[in-house]
């Protein structure tokens, strides 16, 4: 009995280490899109984007063009902002990923999972603040 106590706490210490040096992190996506600067940058073009074509339409309407060519060109008008909404968002994702695959690299992470996939994470697991500098300082606007 002592002989199978011993090997089952030979394992559970060994499974521990581990695991522990896997090196395995989490991070908060959704902060980094929202606080980072190439996050509130993309934010930013997409906001004036929208704004552009705000003023394209009120100046249409201003024009004296009947309201069917007018809803016609506020309709052209939405789809344009959605692709460009795409757009960024795909660039912006592109980066981020990147970025995150360079940091893992570089810290020797060897998982990093989105916060908000995880049940449950330790709160020492969590890298988001460490990545956000890191992010900050490579990529301040999403080119």
Do not use: C, H, W
Not at 54 to 72: D, H, L, R, T
Not at 103 to 111: M, R, T, V
């Amino acid at each position: 009995m002592l002989r199978f106590l011993t090997v089952i706490a030979f394992f559970a210490v060994f499974f521990q280490i581990s695991v522990a040096s896997e090196k395995i992190v989490y991070l908060d996506i959704q902060k980094v899109v929202t606080t980072s600067k190439a996050g509130i940058s993309a934010q930013a073009e997409l906001e004036s984007y929208a704004k552009q074509l705000k003023e394209e339409i009120e100046k249409k309407q201003q024009s004296g063009e009947s309201p069917s060519q007018v809803q016609a060109f506020a309709e052209e008008k939405q789809k344009e902002l959605v692709k460009k909404r795409q757009e960024i968002a795909e660039k912006f994702m592109k980066t981020l990923q990147k970025a995150i695959t360079e940091f893992a690299k570089e810290k020797g992470y060897k998982l990093v999972l989105d916060k908000n996939s995880l049940l449950y994470g330790k709160p020492e697991l969590d890298v988001t603040q460490e990545f956000l500098k890191y992010f900050d300082e490579k990529y301040s606007i999403i080119k």
